[in-house]
């Protein structure tokens, strides 16, 4: 068997290994004939905690799956439009407020719009409503006002549902980055930014996190041997395809370019997400990984403990440490417990007022907790101080550089930017499409 060891930037080093090999076509062949063994990386990577021995023979398809916020997402939609009047061309769309990008086709008087929306975009008619929302809304059917004005300073409302729109495919520039990162501010001052739902406080008090760890796809894959253009995902719960490598995409640090048709999507797996510095869109990908190696096999049984955990200043966007996964997602609480018998009746509820989903409020008085917009973030359990939300959301423990010098530190995760419990679901939902013959793996 022969391995060759390739020094990577950053002093990373992969052992490639020559050895063992078997292909996709021998995988779906055993898949076809009902005899393929088919896991969850999640299942995988329990095995080995409790000292399972994996091997080739084990296992043919591995599934992954992660949920988080991905700002790397646009939509591209083409539909007919009603108007008072012919019109020759739209020069300004918005959805629902949130502005569209008119193009590449002008459609000259033919009363079709072709539009591009950036997942990153927000309403002008409600400051926490970005494209995320407007994404999930049109998946749910909900009607959308679209506004129109056209190269004459005409100006037109309509309404539309998804089902009036026959091209909408959302497409995502870099998705599934390997690993993500943790935050922190080194600064003496708050800050405002993407990556928390509050002000980020000062001084290392807090810390925010993305990345699903083990279950991510590409850590699954990180060579990409098994994932490339035309690999079939599941984006949002709707089939689609990878076409690359995506933006800032790295040999140490990988990500997914991809797309998928809207109008198969589910709800519950995309949304908005409200940080401090504005909505943020959410998105979820699936994806089944053949055990075709002994390389993509070491990869998959890698468990969080032993997967890199960047930690970066948001202040200044520096790398400061190095954590792991294992202080994420060991021995916490995937999913927030809620208690309304506790609640105190505040006369300010801050779980109401800084929930990143809006899944908190009060009915007649009474505390609600809508658990299909709730994104297990945690952060509701960090400021109720009556106790009504409960999770162990994890310490980030390693030796950061934030100031003159390197310290040890333990610093509490407050926020989780990426729902494992959900994702959890969806590895498993694609296991039962792979055992079933729904899902094809190429």
Not at 197 to 211: C, M, N, Q, R, W
Request: glycine share 8%.
């Amino acid at each position: 068997m022969l391995f060759i060891f390739l020094y990577c930037p950053q002093g990373r080093t992969i052992k490639v290994n020559y050895g063992m090999k078997r292909s996709v076509e021998e995988i779906c062949s055993k898949i076809n004939k009902g005899k393929a063994v088919v896991m969850t990386a999640g299942e995988v990577c329990q095995l080995i905690r409790e000292g399972e021995n994996i091997g080739l023979e084990d296992v043919d398809v591995v599934t992954t799956a992660t949920r988080a916020i991905m700002s790397g997402t646009y939509a591209v939609m083409s539909f007919p439009i009603e108007a008072s009047r012919q019109f020759t061309r739209a020069k300004k769309i918005f959805l629902n407020g949130v502005p569209a990008f008119v193009g590449p086709c002008p459609n000259e008087k033919l009363g079709i719009l072709d539009l591009m929306v950036f997942g990153t975009s927000h309403s002008n008619l409600q400051p926490d409503y970005g494209a995320g929302h407007l994404f999930r809304d049109m998946v749910q059917q909900k009607e959308i006002e679209v506004s129109v004005i056209t190269d004459d300073n005409d100006s037109f409302t309509s309404a539309i549902t998804l089902n009036d729109i026959p091209f909408a495919r959302l497409f995502g520039t870099r998705h599934c980055f390997m690993n993500y990162s943790a935050f922190v501010n080194c600064s003496s001052k708050e800050v405002n930014t993407i990556f928390h739902a509050k002000s980020f406080s000062p001084d290392l008090s807090e810390a925010t996190v993305s990345g699903c760890g083990e279950i991510n796809p590409l850590k699954n894959d990180p060579l990409l041997e098994t994932i490339g253009m035309g690999t079939p995902v599941l984006i949002n719960g709707s089939e689609g395809f990878v076409i690359g490598n995506g933006t800032r995409s790295s040999a140490t640090r990988p990500n997914l370019s991809g797309f998928a048709d809207m109008h198969g999507m589910d709800p519950q797996l995309m949304g908005g997400f409200i940080t401090s510095a504005g909505p943020e869109c959410i998105v979820s990908w699936a994806v089944a990984i053949p055990v075709i190696s002994q390389d993509v096999l070491d990869a998959i049984k890698t468990p969080d403990s032993r997967i890199s955990l960047p930690v970066m200043d948001v202040d200044t966007r520096k790398p400061i440490g190095e954590a792991n996964y294992g202080d994420v997602w060991q021995d916490v609480d995937l999913e927030v417990t809620f208690n309304p018998s506790a609640c105190n009746y505040c006369p300010i509820c801050e779980a109401v007022n800084k929930c990143p989903m809006d899944a908190i409020y009060r009915n007649n008085g009474k505390i609600i907790l809508d658990r299909q917009l709730c994104f297990n973030c945690g952060l509701c359990s960090t400021i109720c101080p009556s106790g009504v939300f409960i999770a162990r959301l994890g310490i980030i423990k390693t030796y950061m550089k934030c100031y003159e010098e390197e310290i040890y530190r333990e610093v509490p995760i407050v926020l989780r930017q990426s729902d494992k419990k959900r994702a959890l679901k969806m590895a498993e939902e694609l296991k039962r499409k792979i055992i079933e013959g729904q899902f094809k793996i190429k």
